[in-house]
Structures are given as C-alpha cells and as structure tokens.
C-alpha cells in the first residue's frame, strides 16, 4: 500500500475516533471542523484513486465549489448547536424551549438580511471567481445558501407556531418579568377549561407577594440565571407558609408537567439499553421500570448524600431486609 494510502488512512483513524469519543454536540464541532479540514487530502485521494472511488465522490470532489458548501453547512449547523446545549437540560420548560427556537430563528434571519457569509467561504469563492465564467455558479452558490436559510427558518415556524399558539398564556411563568393579572386570569380560563380549579380571588392577592420578590430580586443575576423552575422553587422556599402561595403552586405543577422536549425520552430509553443487556437479559419490566425510576430521579445525588437519606427512612430499610423483593 502507497505511503500516502496510509498516511490518509491513519488520519480517517483519528479523526473517527475523536468523533466517537467527542460525546457531546459541544466536542463533536471540533471532529467536524478537523473532518472539513482534511477536504484537501481526501480530494487528492479521491482523485488519483479512480479505481477505488466512486464516480459520484469523483465528480464531487472535481468542483471545487463543493468546499464552500461544507463549510456554509458546518457554519450554519453553530448557531443550533450553540442553543442545543442548554434546551437539552432535562428540567427546562416548554416556553423556555420556545424562547431558544425563537433566538435561532432571529440568527438565521439576520444572516439573511445581511447576507452572511463566513470567511473561510468568502476564501474559497474568490478563488474561485477568479474565472469570468464561474461568476453565475457563484451567484448560484450564495442564492443557494440564502435557501437553506430561508427553508431552514419556515420549518422551525411550521413546528413550532401551534406551539407558540397553546403555551403563549403560560409565557409570564418563565418570571423574566414581573407578571400582570390580566396574563394570570387568562392562564387561570384556561385551566379551568382543563378541570385544574384556580381560586382567582386568593390568586390576586397571592400574586402581590410574588410581585414584591420579583421586584426584589430584579437586580439579583443569580436569580435571574435560573430556569423557570429554579426561580419558581426560590420564591416557595422564601414564603413562611404555603397559603401565600398555594394557587401559585398548582399553576406550577400543572405548567413544569408539560414536557419541554423529547431528550428525556431518548435518555430513559439509552438508560434502558444499560441495564437490559445479554448478560441481564432475565429482567422483567416492573425491575427495569424501578432501576430507571432510582436512577432517574437520583441521578444528581451522591453516594454520601443518599445513604445519609437512606438511614432516615426506617420504612424503607425494612422493606430492603425483607424478603418480598425476592
């Protein structure tokens, strides 16, 4: 084998193994960038390699048009991996999540209306104009761009306009402002609407409170660095009994019940591949179900944490001696 072959090999090995390892988005944009990086070695290969290519990687690797579209695409695929990260966490609401595709949405329009273009193509489309001839294929090329943009942002509005249309009464829940009665008496009609029963009278005079600690805490990064369920919790812990809040603490529980995103989902179902493997194949449903029920919902505990908790429940230490589980 050819010391190039393998030189190009070796680089394949690397790089597929940083991609494998990566483990999360946040990582997995330097394997891509390293990937577009190698566009030279792997269209030297590609060409001069007739027999061991196909004619389609051939043909693309001969326009040299083609680099500008990887990194057009590794360019646009940034500004949703800068917002995965943080709609993925699992405790996120759905106006949250909303909030997020709607930023995503503004970038991807801004690119448009300022026609955006990343450097590194700029690069490559000079050098490529350079030919009177290729003007119109470049011209295509950036008409093309403008496209994706364009489809990429009408399918983000398909998805998420109904959306926006059945959660738009629960936005003030997020507290990035402080909330006014009339956007809590319309999440109040529509919970009643859901037999969720509201006591607009206490609310009124409940939101008060509320209003006062917003207020207070209008200056406090802290507080406002945190997802809507945090800040939620923050404002309970504050009050001295549950009757300053009680109304509020339904709204709540019925709003942080509606799931933001499916990541969850994936997750339990990655966990369940875990634990339900050959050797543990004997498992039955109820088992798996309790196992991701303990690792769900402790996941953020330590082992000090959990057997300084464990010592308290006398109920369940008996239960773990007894022999029922068997």
Known sequence: MPKRKCIFLEELKRSYKMFKQAGSRGKLNASDRKNLQMYDPLK?????NENNASRTLRDFS???LNEGYFWAVHSFMAIYQNYIKSTEKADVSVNEVLDKCSEIMNSINARIEQDFCPLKVQSILRKFNDNDKNSEKVTAFRENIKSMYTIAVEYLQSWTENLYKETKHFSWMSLKDVPEWNQVSNTISILS????KID???CFDQLQNLKSFLNNNKKNDEFKKKLAHKKWVTYFKSMNSEESFSEFLTLSQFYFSIPGHNANVETVSSWIGQQWTKQRNKLNVDTISK???VEYN???MSCKDFHDNILKEKE???????????
Not at 316 to 326: G, M, T
Request: proline share 0%.
């Open 193 to 196: 609407q859901n037999n969720v």
């Open 298 to 300: 402790l996941k953020h």
């Open 291 to 293: 196992i991701l029920i």
């Open 62 to 64: 001969d326009n040299d």
């Open 200 to 202: 607009d009278s206490k």
């Open 44 to 48: 030297s290969y590609f060409q001069k």
């Open 316 to 326: 369940v230490l008996k239960q773990i001696s007894a022999n029922e589980k068997y």
